[in-house]
């Protein structure tokens, strides 16, 4: 028998929170981000419950291949845009649109020589000084792509960094729609928090938005706003069991560097699930976990294989029973990824693309 743990993913609830996204900006046309292969739950794994979606954004032209291979005949978008000048034949192959943030890529669609003009995404650097022109570069980075004939059409984005946050997207979009003013094409700003929460606005909507981590049932705003808040259901569940029960006394230590002291009789699980397996490590004591669908909390640190859980809130349960990491348990419980990443101090984003190659995967029925 293969060691219990076992991640699955929920085509129900991806077709669920993509739909709730719509509903929330009905006006705009949808990117379904699958960079990092689909947040962690597999590009193959989402693709039906995600093709009404307008178009696919990725990061990786493997990707894309990917994206094509299952049938996929509509735009899809490189976020990083292209990464050496012969990506740009991949694109006209597989009539890619793919974002153009710097000099240097301009440079190669000028030296590109291809019948098929491509469909470009000039992005701007608002204020989050990662990829873009800064505003006062962009508008002559606009008139060299027009120049262009290996340039079909030009469509305008740039990424918020507050967009979750206390200082919101306010400042970003002054400076975008300024410096864009009188610019044809199509835009593009919103990350799945600026959707859900500032995209009654025109000007953040756009007409694309681009969403990822909503559409992968979590909060983009956690703690703000949780799961509940926003209608949206987790779309990927990783479970195991306890493979082991110890009963402790007062003053008994459990894991590792004996982080945890027992101050009273109780009794602990031993679960099939650690850090190797994608989950985090900073979680230890008082990580939420369920067990036979009941909230309790990880006791003492994660080890590599095996993390160990707090049994007094459950005394019915024992060797074999269910243990939910995060996601929905058999009873129809959830526990919001959101929750547990926020346990061990970090974002649910990277739970969930560090599932690891160890763990099966299925697909829910
Ligand atoms: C990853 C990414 C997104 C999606 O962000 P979420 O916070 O997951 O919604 C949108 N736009 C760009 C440019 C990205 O890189």
């Known amino acids: 028998m293969p060691r219990p743990i076992l991640a699955t993913i929920h085509p129900p609830a991806l077709r669920h929170n993509l739909a709730r996204v719509r509903a929330a900006t009905p006006d705009a046309r949808v990117w379904a981000v699958v960079k990092a292969n689909a947040y962690g739950h597999g590009i193959e794994r989402v693709y039906e419950a995600l093709r009404g ?78 990829l873009g022109f800064t505003p006062q570069r962009f508008r002559a ?62 000007a953040v909507r756009g007409d694309w938005v681009r969403p990822g981590i909503a559409v992968y049932g979590s909060a983009p705003d956690f703690p703000a706003h949780d799961t509940a808040h926003w209608g949206l259901m987790p779309t990927m569940t990783l479970a195991t069991r306890v493979l082991a029960v110890q009963q402790l006394q007062p003053g008994d230590t459990v894991g590792y560097g004996s982080s945890f002291v027992a101050e009273a009789p109780m009794r602990i699980g031993i679960v099939a699930c650690g850090y190797a397996d994608g989950y985090p490590r900073h979680c230890s004591t008082g990580a939420p976990v369920l067990v036979d669908g009941v909230r309790t909390r990880l006791v003492g640190r994660v080890s590599m294989d095996m993390i160990t859980v707090d049994l007094t809130p459950v005394p019915q349960a024992g060797f074999g029973s269910e243990v939910t990491m995060w996601g929905r348990a058999a009873s129809g419980a959830v526990l919001p990824v ?5 346990a061990g101090g970090t974002v649910s984003y990277e739970l969930m693309c560090a599932l690891a190659q160890r763990v099966p995967v299925v697909v829910q029925e």
Do not use: Y
């Not at 199509?186 to 959707?195: F, G, P, V, Y």
């Not at 959101?338 to 926020?342: I, Q």
């Open 53 to 130: 979606a307008d178009g696919f954004a990725l990061l990786d032209l493997q990707e894309a291949e990917r994206v094509r291979a299952l049938g996929w005949r509509g735009p899809i978008l490189l976020l990083e845009g292209v990464f050496e000048p012969r990506d740009l034949e991949l694109c006209s192959r597989l009539n890619l649109w793919h974002a153009v943030h710097c000099d240097e890529q301009i440079d190669w669609l000028a030296a590109h020589k291809t019948q098929v003009p491509q469909r470009v995404f000039l992005k701007m650097n608002s204020g989050m000084n990662r």
């Open 141 to 202: 980075a606009w008139a060299r792509l027009e120049a262009l004939p290996q340039v079909e059409e030009i469509s305008l984005m740039t990424h918020f960094s507050d967009a979750d946050g206390a200082r919101g997207v306010a400042h970003q979009v002054r400076v975008f729609t300024e410096t864009t003013r009188d610019l044809p094409g199509e835009r593009s700003l919103s990350n799945s928090a600026a959707t859900l929460r500032h995209a009654t606005d025109p």
């Open 338 to 342: 959101d929750e547990v990443a926020a």
